[in-house]
Every structure is written in structure tokens, then in C-alpha cells.
């Protein structure tokens, strides 16, 4: 039996992964709440079912997407809250098995995952809106059993029936009514035994903390936030505006390549994962906005991808976190070890300087080059400056400094403020 770190090692040695939200929702254009956020009774919904048909090689066209922005892992809506099942299962009808394409989904992607090598992912609603039960226990206490119980028999078909499955992430755990925090979530879904089962049939998996239980991870949505010491974490984020998982027609609110470096770097200076959400046209593929958006981001990271992978805190800090407005203006650093990588945004010219350094620098080059640059440190003062930079940024986006330091680095104090003036 793996320990908590052993089984989450992946996980932080990939720090990027890709989300995909896919579903009849799509079709609409308009998110995937719109079932709900239009109270479209699901006999008025269901005939999207027989109109589901993405193009044969989505699957695969998601995963190679993934594979070259650089990330490690995949995560799919096998089933959104609106019910309807991207694999075959033996307690639905309303599955892309047995409607429209035809075609078990799920089964798809799994294989187009491992062929890009990368982890994969399930996301699972617990919630499905055409249960009243789910709505009015008291009204439908029958379907609300009915309800956990298919709950259970799909998670139960989703770690069976497609070999290893890395990571599991639950949604959708809240109550209808949003009353009772998560004890009452935890006893409505039997989040318990539930996950007693899904760790019996993957002994290794990683499981979100959307079923009311904390289990192995935090996922906070549409924000950049540290990791709990020791505990794994990852900020899901949309690509376009924080509305739209799903494919939405008039998507406004981009994010820029520079915004999504950005919040990857951030999310690996605060040892979290940043996971990027995609939603795919109603054939499956991938509109051209985000198709660019990733393919920049993976550019940038084959040549930084040494300050983002497994990366850790690092002292120096610099100016990424809120309220650090004195120091490091450039960027953030993240830290591997001994080795500094100072992720400068605000691009300084052919000199970098950094304060407050506690430790010494024994050499830095530019991580994407190897080019050498001039290390001269003043231990008593902690200044540190690097020179011979380009006069132009290396790369557009943000260009990175590696800086190998004699021990792991450290902030140094500074007891007397005025020290600098005289
Ligand atoms: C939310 C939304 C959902 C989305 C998810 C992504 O909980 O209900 O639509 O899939 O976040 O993490």
C-alpha cells in the first residue's frame, strides 16, 4: 500500500493538467447548467441524446491537444449533472452507448490518454438533476435511494471497467437546498463507503474533496491558491469566461497565453496544480481560441518546464503573491532543491536584481538557452544582481532564470531597514 506522498508523487511532478467538459449540454451552447438554469424538464431534454455525435477521433484529438500544451494529466465529465453517461453502463439508458453515436466515450478517451501518455482522469457528478429525489428527499425519499444507488453502481462501473484510473473528481456533492455543510452530504451520497470502494478496486487513485470527504486533494475553481502544506491541490480554472466549462458560443473574457502562464507559475510557486478547462465544440472538436491559447503554453513550457514540474516553495518569493509589492517586481520564483527559478513577467533588461537574498548564488543562465549570466552578490547587504541578459526578453511570455544557490535559499532578514541608505 502506497503512503499519502507515494501515491500524490505523479501528481506533483506534473503540476498542469487539462480538463474537458463534454456533454449534451454542448450542443445547446450556452454551459452546461443550462438544463437546470432553464428548468428544461428532461423529457424536453432528452432528445439531444439521439442528436449526440462527436467526431471520431475527439478523444484523441483532446488528448494530443493536452500532450502538447505540456500537460501530464486529463481530466473528463464522464457524467455532468445533467445525467447523461459518456460511457456504457448497465444502470442508464441515457449513455452515448445506446444513443446517438453510439459509441462508449469514456472508453475512447481512456485509450487516447495512455496512447499520449498521460494520467487520466474521471470527473463524476454526484448530483443528476432528473432525480426529484435529489431535489425533495422528504417528497421522493424512493428515488432519492434509487438515486445514491446508481450513484454508486456507476462509480463502481467507472473503476472496473477501464483498467488503472488515476485520479477521480467528484462535483456536484452539494445539497439541492445548499443547507447542511458536509455532514449531511457526506451521509446523502454514503461519501464513506462509497470511497471505501473506489480505493478497494484502485488502490492507488487520487480522489478530489467533492463528496463532502477531504480525501487527497483541494480544488479550489477560478482561483489560484497554495497548497495546505503537505496536502495536494489544484485550481481549476476556465480558459474563457468563468461561466463556461462547457463549449459557450459568445464566450468573452479569453485569457490571454501570458494570463495561463501566469497562473500555472503561481499555482507551482504554491505547490498546487493548475488544472485548464476546455470545452469542446458539439463535434467534439476543439475550437481554434483554445486550440492557440494551450499550443502557447506548451511552447513556453518545453523549455521552462524545469521550474514548473515538482516544483516547490521558494523563500525569495517574489512579486506574484498578494500584498509582496517590495520586492522581486520581475516575478515569481519557484524552487527545485538548491536551484532558484525566477519566472520573470516584468522583464528587467540586461540586469536582474534581487534583495533580501539570504544565500549564496554559485552560478545562473537562462533556462531556456543555458546562456551564462554574471553573478555578483553582496552577502552582507543580500543583494544579488545578474548581468548579461539579453536587452529583449528571451521569450515574449516569461523568461526564466535558473540560479543555483549553495544551500536552499533563503530570505534574509532585514533588522535594520535604513541599512541600504547609508
Ligand atoms: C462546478 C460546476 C460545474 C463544473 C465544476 C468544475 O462545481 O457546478 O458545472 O463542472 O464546477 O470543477
Known amino acids: 500500500m502506497k503512503s499519502y506522498s507515494e501515491r500524490l508523487e505523479w501528481f506533483h511532478a506534473a503540476r498542469f493538467g487539462i480538463y474537458v467538459h463534454y456533454g449534451l449540454y454542448t450542443l445547446l451552447e450556452r454551459g452546461e447548467w443550462t438544463m437546470y438554469s432553464e428548468r428544461i424538464a428532461p423529457q424536453n431534454y432528452d432528445y439531444l441524446a439521439d442528436m449526440f455525435q462527436p467526431?471520431?477521433?475527439?478523444?484523441?484529438?483532446?488528448?494530443?491537444?493536452?500532450?502538447?500544451?505540456?500537460?501530464?494529466?486529463?481530466?473528463?465529465?464522464?457524467?455532468?449533472?445533467?445525467?447523461?453517461?459518456?460511457?456504457?453502463?448497465a444502470y442508464s439508458d441515457f449513455t452515448s452507448a445506446k444513443r446517438g453515436c453510439k459509441r462508449d466515450i469514456v472508453r475512447e478517451y481512456v485509450e487516447a490518454a495512455r496512447n499520449e501518455g498521460l494520467k487520466v482522469g474521471f470527473y463524476y457528478s454526484l448530483l443528476d438533476w432528473r432525480y426529484p429525489g435529489y431535489f425533495n428527499e422528504k417528497k421522493y425519499p424512493e428515488n432519492k435511494e434509487a438515486l445514491v444507488q446508481y450513484v454508486h453502481n456507476q462509480v463502481r462501473e467507472l473503476m472496473s471497467n477501464y483498467g488503472k484510473i488515476d485520479l477521480l473528481e467528484y462535483d456536484g456533492g452539494w445539497m439541492a437546498d445548499l443547507q447542511g455543510g458536509v455532514e449531511r452530504q457526506i451521509d446523502f451520497w454514503r461519501s464513506r463507503e462509497l470511497n471505501r470502494m473506489v480505493r478497494s478496486l484502485?488502490?492507488?487513485?487520487?480522489?478530489?474533496?467533492?463528496?463532502?470527504?477531504?480525501?487527497?486533494?483541494?480544488?479550489?475553481?477560478?482561483?489560484?491558491?497554495?497548497?495546505?502544506?503537505?496536502?495536494?491541490?489544484?485550481?481549476?480554472?476556465?480558459?474563457?469566461?468563468?461561466?463556461?466549462?462547457?463549449?459557450?458560443?459568445?464566450?468573452?473574457?479569453?485569457?490571454?497565453?501570458?494570463q495561463l502562464i501566469q497562473h500555472l507559475v503561481n499555482a507551482a510557486q504554491g505547490e498546487a496544480n493548475y488544472l485548464l478547462n476546455i470545452g469542446p465544440q458539439p463535434d467534439g472538436r476543439v475550437r481554434i481560441e483554445e486550440v492557440e491559447r494551450l499550443q502557447a503554453v506548451g511552447d513556453w513550457l518545453k523549455d521552462n518546464e524545469k521550474a514548473i514540474r515538482n516544483s516547490q516553495r521558494c523563500e525569495l518569493i517574489g512579486s506574484s503573491l498578494p500584498g509582496v509589492v517590495d520586492l522581486n517586481l520581475q516575478?515569481?520564483?519557484?524552487?527545485?532543491?538548491?536551484?532558484?527559478?525566477?519566472?520573470?513577467?516584468?522583464?528587467?533588461?540586461?540586469?536582474?536584481?534581487?534583495?533580501?537574498?539570504?544565500?549564496?548564488?554559485?552560478?545562473?543562465?537562462?533556462?531556456?538557452?543555458g546562456q551564462e549570466l554574471q553573478v555578483e552578490y553582496n552577502a552582507i547587504s543580500g543583494k544579488m544582481m545578474l548581468k548579461g541578459l539579453p536587452d529583449l526578453p528571451q521569450n515574449p511570455y516569461c523568461t526564466v532564470v535558473e540560479v543555483e544557490f549553495e544551500d536552499i535559499p533563503q530570505l534574509q532578514a532585514e533588522p535594520d531597514l535604513a541599512a541600504w541608505l547609508v
Not at 61 to 78: D, F, N
Not at 335 to 340: A, D, E, F, Q
Not at 342 to 364: E, H, I, N, Q
Open 331 to 369: 516575478g515569481p520564483w519557484t524552487r527545485r532543491g538548491k536551484i532558484g527559478y525566477w519566472c520573470m513577467f516584468r522583464y528587467p533588461g540586461s540586469t536582474a536584481t534581487a534583495v533580501k537574498v539570504g544565500t549564496r548564488p554559485l552560478r545562473a543562465r537562462l533556462l531556456a538557452t
Open 202 to 258: 484502485q488502490p492507488d487513485i487520487i480522489i478530489n474533496n467533492r463528496s463532502g470527504l477531504e480525501e487527497d486533494l483541494d480544488t479550489p475553481e477560478q482561483v489560484i491558491t497554495q497548497a495546505r502544506p503537505g496536502r495536494g491541490c489544484e485550481s481549476c480554472m476556465c480558459i474563457g469566461d468563468s461561466c463556461c466549462w462547457g463549449y459557450t458560443r459568445f464566450n468573452p473574457n479569453w485569457k490571454t497565453p501570458v
Open 55 to 89: 467526431a471520431v477521433n475527439a478523444a484523441q484529438e483532446w488528448c494530443s491537444l493536452a500532450q502538447r500544451a505540456g500537460a501530464k494529466y486529463i481530466v473528463l465529465t464522464t457524467r455532468h449533472h445533467e445525467g447523461f453517461s459518456l460511457f456504457d453502463s
